[in-house]
């Protein structure tokens, strides 16, 4: 996810977040005074994940800097490009843990587990936002009041 950060002198930049081996790192996508759909599609072009411009002007917005932007063609082709790049990756993905031959003593399954993780969040925020629905859960009461009644307990 790409958002935006203010910088000394009344400079802002787009970054994005990366997990690596030495923990979680920011890269930075695109530098910018003012927000425009050049600084955007710089920016979409860059990012190794898909990228969200309506997202990247709310975060700019937050951060207190001027945006001067419409829903320029550059934007919308560097987002195409940006999801090109996310599929691409993740057919890559895919394949290397289908070659991966099975070693005798068992592989790292936590490694596994975390590229796997990885993965998942990464189809997960490529897709658009759910509706906000409340958790439900049932009165503690009512499971008490069941299981005594199975139990004979009454």
Do not use: C, N, W
């Amino acid at each position: 996810m790409a958002y935006v950060v203010a910088r000394p002198k009344g400079r802002f930049e787009v970054r994005e977040s990366l997990h690596t081996p030495k923990g979680p790192r920011a890269r930075s996508l695109a530098g910018f005074e003012v927000l425009t759909d050049e600084a955007l599609a710089t920016a979409a072009r860059r990012s190794t994940r898909p990228f969200d411009a309506e997202a990247v002007i709310a975060s700019a917005r937050r951060a207190g800097a001027p945006v001067r932007t419409g829903t320029g063609a550059g934007v919308r082709e560097g987002v195409r490009d940006s999801s090109r790049r996310f599929v691409e990756a993740s057919r890559r993905m895919a394949l290397s843990i289908r070659r991966r031959p099975a070693s005798p003593g068992g592989e790292d399954s936590g490694a596994a587990l975390i590229d796997l993780l990885g993965f998942a969040d990464a189809i997960a925020r490529s897709q658009p936002p759910r509706p906000f629905e409340p958790l439900t859960f049932p009165v503690l009461s009512r499971l008490v009041e069941g299981r005594r009644a199975v139990a004979g307990l009454r």
